[in-house]
């Protein structure tokens, strides 16, 4: 089946630098998107990214949709220590089902 | 952006018993609702899709007698874990797409613990 590898596993990181992670897969997906999880939750989208080479913002977050569309990265600049949790790559096909990567833990020391 | 209800955020239950999760969309309807299972520290495992009016679609190795889907309407989708055992101990989440969209909305997740 469909695998996803999202790096790093995790990411300890002083409050104020920026952070990347990123997610390749040997398949082609439609559609990419970011979620965060917090504990105890269910994961909460961040970011969907729709055509390849796709940008997209949403304040201090950037991802970006890669040309191949095997792959895709996030960026969070400026961190805060409420960016703290686990944050996952998900690729979609045109069913709207969901694979997902294994997850970036981030922890954000103040 | 859309919103997922699931109900009951939290379960015990005795071996043997059954428990039924509830997925709402709450303010789309949604065709589609997919089932996922989480185990701790570890990513998400899609278990059915799940179809309004039609018989869900099992992931590989997921026993359909088992976790019991119902689609009935177009906000609502059941999971019922059937003769729950400790191994169905997990935190099952379900999601939702709006018509014409393909990315996905959570709800809040059930943690299931069958002692």
């Known amino acids: 089946g469909q695998q996803l590898n999202q790096s790093p596993q995790s990411m300890f990181i002083q409050e104020g630098e920026d952070v990347s992670m990123n997610c390749t897969s040997s398949s082609i997906f439609n559609t990419w998107l970011w979620y965060k999880q917090d504990p105890g939750e269910g994961p909460v989208l961040l970011i969907a990214?729709?055509?390849?080479?796709e940008l997209t913002s949403n304040g201090r977050l950037t991802a970006q949709f890669g040309t191949t569309r095997k792959d895709s990265f996030l960026n969070i600049s400026a961190s805060i220590p409420s960016d703290v949790g686990i944050y996952f790559c998900a690729g979609n096909t045109n069913a709207g089902k969901s694979t997902f990567g294994d997850g970036t833990t981030l922890t954000v020391k103040p | 952006g859309a919103v997922v209800s699931q109900h009951p955020s939290r379960v015990i239950c005795k071996s043997g018993t059954s428990v039924k999760i509830e997925c709402r969309s709450l303010d789309f309807q949604a065709t589609t609702m997919f089932w996922y299972r989480q185990f701790p520290k570890q990513s998400l495992m899609l278990m059915a899709t799940?179809?309004?009016?039609?018989?869900?679609?099992?992931e590989q190795g997921v026993e359909k007698d088992k976790f019991l889907i119902n689609h009935a309407s177009l906000t609502l989708s059941t999971l019922t874990v059937t003769s729950a055992h400790p191994e169905d101990s997990s935190f099952y989440i379900c999601s939702a797409i709006q018509p014409d969209r393909t990315e996905a909305f959570f709800g809040q997740g059930t943690r299931l613990t069958v002692v």
């Open positions: 990214l729709y055509k390849a080479g």
């Open positions: 799940s179809n309004e009016g039609s018989k869900a679609t099992y």
